[in-house]
C-alpha cells in the first residue's frame, strides 16, 4: 500500500519529524534509495551527507539528483533531497487516482447512456420540430475536451426552370443552414483520447463506441425520414485536439473514423471519404467569422452576386474563438490588404470574401494552463515542486488550495517550451514513468491571489521576444510568437468572443458588451481575493456557478483572456468585445459556418416542370408555387364554378339529404400528381470484421 506521504508541506520541517520517523518503505522502492530518501528528509541529520555518499555508489540509477544547478544555489537539504523516490511515490499515486476517477468515470457515462436512451425514445415518439419538407446535413464538432453533434436542416437543392439556373450560377441562390438547439449532442472527451491506442481493432472498437450515440442522436431526430438518411451528408472536422497529436497517430484516428462512417450499418447517411480530417486552424477560424456573421445577417445578402465583396461600407464584425488547445481570430479586410493569413471564403457561387484568419496552435486555454504549470515550477529545486510546494500567485489565497499536475513540457534554456527533457530537467530515472513525465504541486500561502503577478506570469506565454524577425519583415504589423497580424480595418469593427471567453465573462459577471478595461477592473477586483470571499462571490454569481476546481483556476483564465486580448491581438484599453455563447437564438460555433460552406458546394437537382411529372415529395408545393399566382386563380374560378353548376343540377333531381350526402368534394390538384423519391445515397455496405 502506497504510504500517506507529507508531499505538500507548507510548515517548518522541525514539525514533521515524527511523521518521518514512522514511514515504511514503499514495496517498489529499492532499499537503499528509500533509506536514503528517509535519511536526507530527516531535519538536522549530521549524517546526511556521509548518508547520501554511501548509497549514491551502491545505487547510482536511482540515486540520480534531478535539479537545475545552472539557475540555483541549492543547500544541502535540497541537494540530498531524492526526487526520483518522490517522484516514484506520486506516479503510483498518480495511477491509483487514475483507476479511481475512470471508475466514477464508467459509472457516470452508464448514467448518462441510460438518461440519453430515454431521450433519444422521447424523441421517436413526440414531434422533433423537423420541417417535413427540409433536407438536413451533419456536422461532428471532434474538439479538444468533446465532441458534438449538429443536425442541420435547409431548403432542398432543387431548381426548377431557367430562371432558378440562371438565380444558382449567377451567386444569387444560396442555401441557408438552420438548426435547433435540440439537435445538438454533446460527448466526453475529446477524440484525440484514443490516438494512443496502438491495435488497429481496439482503436476502430473504442472509436465506434465513442461515436454511436451521436450517430444514435441524429437517427432519433430525424426518424420520420429514415428512407432519405442516404440524402444527407455527415462530416465529422476535427480541430486542435488532433492538430497537436503527431502526425502518424492523428491519421490513424481519422482512417478509423473514415472506415466505420464507410460501413452502412454502422453509418446510413451520405458519407465521402474526405469529409472526415482534421482542418486546418485557418477554415476553423474563418468559420469562426461565417457562423458569426451569418447570424447577425451580414453575410448572405452580401454574398450575393459574383466577384468581390469590397468596401468598407459592409457591415460585419470580427471573431474571437478560443478552445482547449487553439484560440482563433478572424475579421473581414475591405481593402483585401492581407499579406499573409488571407482566405479567400466563397460561399456557393455568390462572392468571395477577403477574410484575414490565423489559429494560435497551443495558445487555447487547456494548453495555457499547462504551459503555466511548467513555466512555474522550471527554475524550483526537486523538493519544493514535489514536497513543499511552488507558489502560484493566479491560486486563491490563504494556503487552503493546491493544485496537483503532471507535465511533460520542459522550458529550455531560451526559456521556450520544448518536449525534450536534459539532463538538468525533471525526468524520472525510473523506467515506470513517461520519459520526461515530472509532477508538481502549486500553492499560495499569501492572504490572497495577486492579478498584477498572475497577469504578469500570463503575458509571458506569448513569447512576444520571438516577434523580432516578424517586426522586420512586417513592418511591426503582429501578433505574438512570431505571426503577422494586419492592421484592423478600423475602431468600430467589434468583435464577438466566444467558448472561454464567455466562461470568463460569465465568471466575472461581465454585461456580454464590455471594454477591455472593465475585463482588467473586474479581474482586479475578483482575483485579489482570499478563498473564502472568493467562494462567498462565486455562491452569489447571477450567471454560473462554477465547482471548486474551477474556482481555482479561473483567475489565471481571466488573466489568460485579458492578456490575449490586450498584449496578443493589441486591442486598446477602451475597445469593446461582445462575449456571448446565443446569436439571434442560435449556438454561434464554427460548425454553423463551416456547413453553411459545406452545403453550398453540394449539387443542384434540375427538375423541369412539363406535362405530367413525378417529382420528389418535399418538392410538391414548390412546383405548384412555379406554376404561378395567376394560373392558381384560374384554377381556383374554375374548380368553384364546377361545383357551383354540379350542385344546380343535384337540386333538381335530388331530395335534401340526397343533396347532402350524393357528393364528395374535389381534391386539391397538388394531391393527384404522383410522387417519386429522388435516388436514395448511402453508404457502401461494409461490415466490420
Known amino acids: 500500500m502506497v504510504p500517506s506521504l507529507p508531499l505538500h508541506r507548507?510548515?517548518?520541517?522541525?514539525?514533521?519529524?515524527?511523521?518521518?520517523?514512522?514511514?515504511?518503505?514503499?514495496?517498489?522502492?529499492?532499499?537503499?534509495?528509500?533509506?536514503?530518501?528517509?535519511?536526507?528528509?530527516?531535519p538536522n541529520n549530521p549524517n546526511n551527507d556521509a548518508a547520501a555518499d554511501d548509497h549514491a555508489d551502491d545505487t547510482p540509477s536511482t540515486r540520480r539528483q534531478l535539479r537545475h544547478s545552472h539557475h540555483h544555489n541549492h543547500n544541502n537539504n535540497d541537494d540530498d533531497f531524492d526526487a526520483t523516490s518522490f517522484e516514484e511515490i506520486k506516479y503510483q499515486e498518480d495511477l491509483k487516482t487514475k483507476a479511481q476517477q475512470q471508475h466514477l468515470a464508467d459509472k457516470k457515462l452508464r448514467k448518462a447512456a441510460k438518461k440519453r436512451q430515454r431521450r433519444y425514445q422521447e424523441l421517436f415518439t413526440t414531434n422533433s420540430g423537423i420541417g417535413s419538407q427540409s433536407v438536413?446535413?451533419?456536422?461532428?464538432?471532434?474538439?479538444?475536451?468533446?465532441?458534438?453533434?449538429?443536425?442541420?436542416?435547409?431548403?432542398?437543392?432543387?431548381?426548377?426552370?431557367?430562371?432558378?439556373?440562371?438565380?444558382?450560377?449567377?451567386?444569387?441562390?444560396?442555401?441557408f443552414p438552420g438548426t435547433n438547439s435540440r439537435w445538438t449532442e454533446r460527448l466526453r472527451p475529446g477524440i484525440s483520447e484514443f490516438a494512443?491506442?496502438?491495435?488497429?481493432?481496439?482503436?476502430?472498437?473504442?472509436?465506434?463506441?465513442?461515436?454511436?450515440?451521436?450517430?444514435?442522436?441524429?437517427?432519433?431526430?430525424?426518424?420520420?425520414?429514415?428512407?432519405?438518411?442516404?440524402?444527407?451528408?455527415?462530416?465529422?472536422?476535427?480541430?486542435?485536439?488532433?492538430?497537436?497529436?503527431?502526425?502518424?497517430?492523428?491519421?490513424?484516428?481519422?482512417?478509423?473514423?473514415?472506415?466505420?462512417?464507410?460501413?452502412?450499418?454502422?453509418?446510413?447517411?451520405?458519407?465521402?471519404?474526405?469529409r472526415v480530417r482534421v482542418i486546418s486552424g485557418e477554415e476553423e477560424a474563418v468559420y469562426d467569422w461565417a457562423g458569426v456573421n451569418v447570424l447577425l445577417g451580414n453575410l448572405m445578402s452580401n454574398s450575393e452576386g459574383v466577384g468581390e465583396a469590397y468596401g468598407g461600407a459592409i457591415r460585419t464584425y470580427g471573431a474571437l474563438d478560443m478552445g482547449g488547445a487553439s484560440s482563433q481570430i478572424s475579421y473581414y479586410q475591405p481593402e483585401g490588404d492581407v499579406m499573409s493569413g488571407l482566405f479567400k471564403l466563397q460561399i456557393g457561387q455568390g462572392k468571395h470574401w477577403n477574410v484575414y484568419a490565423h489559429s494560435h496552435l497551443m495558445y487555447g486555454m487547456n494548453e495555457a494552463e499547462k504551459r503555466r504549470k511548467a513555466h512555474l515550477v522550471a527554475d524550483t529545486t526537486a523538493k519544493a515542486r514535489l514536497q513543499d510546494g511552488v507558489f502560484d500567485p493566479c491560486l486563491p489565497g490563504g494556503g487552503k488550495k493546491t493544485i496537483e499536475f503532471k507535465s511533460l513540457i520542459h522550458i529550455g534554456?531560451?526559456?521556450?517550451?520544448?518536449?525534450?527533457?536534459?539532463?538538468?530537467?525533471?525526468?524520472?530515472?525510473?523506467?515506470?514513468?513517461?520519459?520526461?513525465?515530472?509532477?508538481?504541486?502549486?500553492?499560495?500561502?499569501?492572504?490572497?491571489g495577486n492579478w498584477d503577478q498572475c497577469k504578469e506570469l500570463a503575458k509571458g506565454l506569448f513569447n512576444k521576444e520571438t516577434n523580432a524577425w516578424c517586426d522586420y519583415s512586417h513592418r511591426g504589423s503582429c501578433s505574438f510568437a512570431g505571426v503577422y497580424q494586419p492592421e484592423r480595418?478600423?475602431?468600430?469593427?467589434?468583435?464577438?468572443?466566444?467558448?472561454?471567453?464567455?466562461?470568463?465573462?460569465?465568471?466575472?459577471?461581465?454585461?456580454?458588451?464590455?471594454s477591455i478595461a472593465q475585463l482588467e477592473a473586474k479581474g482586479r477586483e475578483v482575483c485579489s481575493q482570499s478563498w473564502d470571499d472568493?467562494?462567498?462571490?462565486?455562491?452569489?454569481?447571477?450567471?454560473?456557478?462554477?465547482?471548486?476546481?474551477?474556482?481555482?483556476?479561473?483567475?489565471?483564465?481571466?488573466?489568460?483572456?485579458?492578456?490575449?486580448?490586450?498584449?496578443?491581438?493589441?486591442?486598446?484599453?477602451?475597445?469593446?468585445?461582445?462575449?456571448?455563447?446565443?446569436?439571434?437564438?442560435?449556438?454561434?460555433?464554427?460548425?454553423?459556418?463551416?456547413?453553411?460552406?459545406?452545403?453550398?458546394?453540394?449539387?443542384?437537382?434540375?427538375?423541369e416542370?412539363?406535362?405530367?411529372?413525378?417529382?420528389?415529395?418535399?418538392?410538391?408545393?414548390?412546383?405548384?408555387?412555379?406554376?404561378?399566382?395567376?394560373?392558381?386563380?384560374?384554377?381556383?374560378?374554375?374548380?368553384?364554378?364546377?361545383?357551383?353548376?354540379?350542385?344546380?343540377?343535384?337540386?333538381?333531381?335530388?331530395?335534401?339529404?340526397?343533396?347532402?350526402?350524393?357528393?364528395?368534394?374535389?381534391?386539391?390538384?397538388?394531391?393527384?400528381?404522383?410522387?417519386?423519391?429522388?435516388?436514395?445515397?448511402?453508404?457502401?455496405?461494409?461490415?466490420?470484421?
Request: glycine share 4%; charged share 25%.
Open 10 to 42: 507548507t510548515t517548518a520541517v522541525d514539525n514533521n519529524a515524527a511523521a518521518f520517523l514512522s514511514e515504511e518503505k514503499h514495496p517498489i522502492e529499492a532499499a537503499d534509495s528509500w533509506a536514503a530518501h528517509i535519511d536526507s528528509s530527516r
Open 136 to 175: 438536413h446535413g451533419l456536422m461532428i464538432d471532434a474538439g479538444s475536451t468533446g465532441s458534438r453533434m449538429h443536425v442541420y436542416e435547409f431548403e432542398p437543392r432543387v431548381l426548377m426552370n431557367k430562371h432558378e439556373v440562371t438565380q444558382a450560377v449567377s451567386g444569387k441562390k444560396l442555401s
Open 196 to 274: 494512443n491506442i496502438d491495435d488497429e481493432k481496439e482503436m476502430e472498437r473504442a472509436i465506434a463506441d465513442y461515436l454511436e450515440p451521436l450517430l444514435s442522436f441524429a437517427r432519433s431526430v430525424l426518424h420520420t425520414k429514415e428512407e432519405e438518411f442516404g440524402n444527407f451528408p455527415i462530416f465529422l472536422k476535427a480541430t486542435a485536439g488532433l492538430r497537436i497529436v503527431p502526425s502518424k497517430q492523428r491519421q490513424r484516428v481519422i482512417s478509423t473514423v473514415r472506415k466505420l462512417f464507410n460501413n452502412e450499418t454502422f453509418c446510413p447517411f451520405w458519407d465521402e471519404s474526405e
Open 413 to 448: 534554456d531560451n526559456g521556450l517550451e520544448t518536449w525534450n527533457a536534459t539532463v538538468d530537467d525533471f525526468a524520472s530515472a525510473s523506467s515506470s514513468t513517461d520519459p520526461g513525465l515530472y509532477h508538481a504541486v502549486l500553492v499560495n500561502n499569501e492572504e490572497t
Open 489 to 514: 480595418p478600423s475602431p468600430e469593427l467589434e468583435f464577438y468572443a466566444f467558448s472561454n471567453y464567455f466562461h470568463v465573462w460569465q465568471f466575472l459577471q461581465l454585461e456580454s458588451r464590455s
Open 534 to 607: 472568493l467562494v462567498q462571490y462565486n455562491e452569489g454569481n447571477q450567471q454560473n456557478i462554477f465547482t471548486e476546481e474551477e474556482l481555482k483556476t479561473y483567475c489565471f483564465r481571466a488573466a489568460y483572456v485579458h492578456e490575449i486580448l490586450r498584449s496578443g491581438y493589441g486591442f486598446k484599453s477602451d475597445e469593446y468585445v461582445i462575449a456571448t455563447d446565443i446569436v439571434n437564438g442560435q449556438k454561434v460555433t464554427w460548425a454553423l459556418g463551416s456547413i453553411l460552406y459545406e452545403i453550398n458546394t453540394l449539387p443542384w437537382d434540375y427538375i
Open 609 to 689: 416542370i412539363h406535362g405530367k411529372r413525378h417529382v420528389n415529395n418535399h418538392v410538391q408545393n414548390d412546383i405548384i408555387a412555379e406554376w404561378g399566382h395567376q394560373f392558381s386563380m384560374f384554377l381556383t374560378g374554375v374548380i368553384i364554378a364546377s361545383i357551383l353548376g354540379v350542385m344546380l343540377v343535384f337540386r333538381r333531381h335530388r331530395t335534401r339529404s340526397n343533396r347532402k350526402d350524393g357528393y364528395e368534394y374535389l381534391r386539391e390538384a397538388s394531391n393527384n400528381v404522383e410522387i417519386e423519391k429522388l435516388p436514395l445515397r448511402s453508404c457502401p455496405n461494409f461490415q466490420v470484421k
